[in-house]
C-alpha cells in the first residue's frame, strides 16, 4: 500500500525516432484483511493460551489485544497487548490464564468461559471465545475418608475403660485445639478473600485505564479522519484538523495507513519550497502570496517546485500549469550517414515532457 512511480513512453509508429515521455505516480490502495484464532481453546488451571493474529491484507497493521471476562472469575496477567503485523505475516500473543478463586474440594471440575477481542485500525474486531478448567484442591473422595477416619477414631477412644479420664481431658484438650484451628482457619481464609477482592479491584481498575485508553486512542476528535492514536505515532495534533496550518486537513495529506495521498508533509505547510501553500497549490491558489500573484487561479502540484517543469518555479511562473513547447532539434545529416534514405529527406529528434 504505497505510491510507486511510473515513466510513460510514446513513439511515433512512422518514425521511431520521435518519442515523449510521461511521468506519473500509481497509488495502490490499502486492502486491510486478518484472521484471528485462539490456541488453545481450553486451558487448564494456571495453564497459558495463544491468539493467533495472520494479517492477509496488503499494508502493515497494528492491532489491539483486549482480554475480557464478564463473570470475573477468570484472571490474566494482562488485560491489553497491542502488536504490528506486516502483510502476510502472523503474530502470536500469550496470555496466562488462572482462577480468581479455587474451591477447596469437589468431585468435579468448573469451566469459566473467558474471550480475547482483536481490534484493527481499521475494519471490524474479531472475539475469540476461550474456557478455562478449574479443579478442586481435594477430591471428595478424600475429603470424605478424612472425615470418616476421624469421626471412628473418637468413639473407639470413648470405651477404654481406662482411659475414659484421659480421653476426656484429651477431648476438651483437642476441641479447644481444634477451635483454634477452626478459628485461625476462618482468619485466614478472611484475609485471602480481603487480598483476592484487592487484587480484583486492582485489576478491574488496570482493566477499565486500558480500555479507556485504547478507547482514546480509536477516536478522532480533531474529525480530520485519522485517529488520536494514528496522529501520536506519525507527530500530528490530535486535537488540531491542520496541524501545519497550510489549507490541508492532515487526513486529505496522509491516510490511515500512512499513505501520502498527494506526497506532501503534513508537518510542512510548503512541502516543495516554492513559497506556495500545499494548500494553496491543490485548491487553485486562490489567494497566493503578493509575490507569487501569477500563480492565482492555477493549479499546481504541491510536492514540485516546478509543475510544468520550464525550469521556473510555480510560484513566480506566469503560467505553471502549460507545458514547454516541443522543440524539433537536428541530430544528423541523413543523407551523409545512411544511404539507406531517400535524397531529400531531413532527420529530426524530438522530445516532449508532460
Not at 157 to 164: A, D, H
Not at 303 to 314: I, L, N, V
Given at each position: ?5 511510473y515513466?510513460?513512453?510514446l513513439r511515433s ?6 518519442e515523449g515521455h ?7 490502495e490499502?486492502a486491510?484483511?486478518f484472521?484471528?484464532s485462539l490456541?488453545?481453546v481450553?486451558?487448564?488451571m494456571?495453564?497459558?493460551?495463544q491468539v493467533i493474529?495472520q ?5 502493515e497493521e497494528r492491532?489491539?489485544?483486549?482480554a ?5 472469575a477468570?484472571l490474566?496477567?494482562q ?7 506486516p502483510?502476510g505475516?502472523e503474530?502470536?500473543v500469550n496470555?496466562k490464564?488462572?482462577p ?5 474440594y ?13 481490534l484493527?485500525a481499521v475494519?471490524?474486531?474479531?472475539t ?5 478448567e ?6 471428595k473422595?478424600?475429603f470424605?475418608l478424612?472425615?470418616?477416619?476421624f469421626?471412628?477414631?473418637?468413639p ?10 484421659s480421653?476426656?481431658v484429651?477431648t476438651?484438650?483437642?476441641?479447644a485445639?481444634?477451635?483454634?484451628a477452626?478459628?485461625?482457619q ?11 477482592a484487592i487484587a480484583?479491584s486492582?485489576?478491574?481498575a ?6 479507556a485508553t485504547i478507547?482514546?486512542?480509536l477516536?478522532d476528535?480533531?474529525?480530520d479522519g485519522?485517529?488520536?492514536?494514528l ?6 495534533n ?7 496550518d497550510d489549507g490541508l486537513?492532515d ?8 499513505v501520502?495521498l498527494l ?6 505547510p510548503?512541502t ?6 500545499d494548500?494553496q497549490?491543490a485548491?487553485?491558489n486562490?489567494n ?12 499546481t502540484?504541491p ?12 510560484c513566480?511562473?506566469p503560467?505553471p500549469g502549460d ?6 532539434t ?5 543523407l551523409?550517414?545512411?544511404?539507406s ?6 532527420g529530426f529528434y524530438?522530445t516532449y515532457?508532460w
Open positions: 500500500a504505497q505510491t510507486y512511480p515513466r510513460l513512453v509508429s512512422s518514425d521511431q525516432r520521435i510521461a511521468f506519473g505516480n500509481l497509488l495502490v490499502p486491510p484483511r484472521t484471528a490456541n488453545p481450553r486451558v487448564k494456571g495453564g497459558s493460551t493474529i494479517n492477509t491484507g496488503n499494508t492491532y489491539t489485544v483486549l475480557q471476562d464478564g463473570q470475573e477468570v490474566f496477567d488485560m491489553a497487548r497491542r502488536v504490528t503485523v502483510p505475516q503474530e502470536r496470555f490464564v488462572r480468581s478463586l479455587r474451591p477447596m469437589g468431585s468435579s471440575k468448573k469451566s469459566h468461559s473467558f474471550q480475547f477481542q482483536v484493527p475494519g471490524e474486531p474479531k475469540q471465545n476461550g474456557q478455562l478449574v479443579s478442586p484442591r481435594l477430591p473422595w478424600l470424605l478424612l472425615i470418616g477416619i469421626g471412628i477414631s473418637l473407639l477412644g470413648l470405651f477404654s475403660v481406662n482411659g475414659i479420664k480421653r476426656a484429651q476438651i484438650s483437642g476441641t485445639t481444634a477451635r483454634a477452626v478459628v485461625e476462618e482468619i485466614v481464609a478472611a484475609e485471602v478473600t480481603r487480598a483476592t480484583l486492582a485489576e478491574q488496570q482493566t477499565a485505564t486500558a480500555v478507547n482514546r486512542g477516536q476528535d480533531d474529525k485519522l485517529s488520536n492514536a496522529e501520536v505515532e506519525i507527530g500530528t490530535p486535537n488540531l484538523a491542520d496541524t501545519d486537513n487526513g486529505e495529506e496522509i491516510n490511515s495507513n500512512k501520502k506526497n506532501t508533509d503534513p508537518l510542512n510548503d516543495d519550497d516554492d513559497d506556495l501553500l494548500g497549490e485548491h487553485g486562490p497566493p502570496p503578493p509575490q507569487c500573484e501569477t500563480s492565482k487561479g492555477f493549479y502540484n510536492s514540485q517546485p516546478d509543475t510544468d517543469g520550464d525550469g521556473e518555479k510555480d513566480f511562473d503560467d507545458l514547454p513547447t516541443p522543440t524539433p537536428p541530430e544528423v545529416n541523413l551523409a550517414d545512411n544511404d534514405f531517400e535524397a531529400g529527406t531531413n524530438c515532457h
